[in-house]
């Protein structure tokens, strides 16, 4: 009997998407691979085996192939040919400085000698054209067809922003705001990559794991300063990240602590190490600290970060020890 249903199900769906296929106590148990669910053909299935054999439960399961992550069944990636390496920075929380740590490791990854891209993808706040100068600025496309990076010390650039007016706000369905990014991304004319940095939006909602599936990952990096409050985010970021198996580079504390310009005291305003704790009960790597300090919030803001405006010092240090964890980390 389950031969026959299987023959059944194989009208409807594809026959190497049909798993398996099981009878038991009366209830038909079929199970899909890798495949979108469809209400309507689960309708028709059962009802063609309610006809066929008289069975009125019958279950149709999708999954994923390679666990079963409870989440969309695995679809094709977006295709970015000549970029080996792609990283998202990514955060539970907003404003704990995803945006200017992307755009200092990005910097960073170049001063290592690695060809590098930044990709602003952030649909609720993309601040990676004023962090870079470019704001204002439309994607320039030379043969109608594709886009040309913005290049910026050595690093090749794009962002949702270039394409969202910032003063109209837009509510974005899902699959709308999804879509936008795929053709931006897909559609630039990259060339060759070592490491590609993905500003990511805030949070762990359907957007963030819909882009952290479709982008062909080699890992994840999370920013979180160091309150309570933020590192409960952080974990589910860590969370989201693992559900859809993209490997967690690590965790990096933001704001971490401050330096008195004038007496030189430290003050861990925020409480300090938290993030470093959390990465321990994780499992997961910390990366390093960066402090709270003004000059870094200055350069990010008027388009010339810190890596770029002191390249000698402090700050730039920081960024450059994290990114050479992150090299090695994607074993670059
Ligand atoms: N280490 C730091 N020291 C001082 N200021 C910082 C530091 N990191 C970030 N900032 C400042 O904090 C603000 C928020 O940072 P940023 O925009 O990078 O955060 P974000 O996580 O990208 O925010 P959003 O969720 O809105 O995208 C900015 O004004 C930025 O310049
Ligand atoms: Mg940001």
New binding site residues.
Partial sequence: MEEQIREIAGRYFPAENIESVRVMNGRAIITLVNLAENAALDEKVRQEVNKTFGIEKVSVIYTASRQNTGLRPEEPKWQMPGVKKIIAVA?GK????????SVNLALALANLGLKTALFDA?I??P?VPTMLGYEGVGPVSEDGKTFEPFLYMGIKSMSIGTLIDRDVPLIWRGAKACGAIEQLMTEVRWGDIDVMVI?MP?GTGDIQITLSQKIDLAGAVI?STPQDIALIDAVKGVNMFKKVNVPILGIIE??SYYICEKCGARADIFGHEGAKQTAEKLGVPFLGE?????A??EN??NGTPIVMADPEGPYTRAYEEIAAKIKAGLGL
């Fill in positions: 955060s907003g404003g704990v400085g995803k945006s200017t740590t952030d609720y706040g601040s500003d805030p920013v933001n704001m960066i402090p709270l300090h003004i870094i919030r990010s803001d």
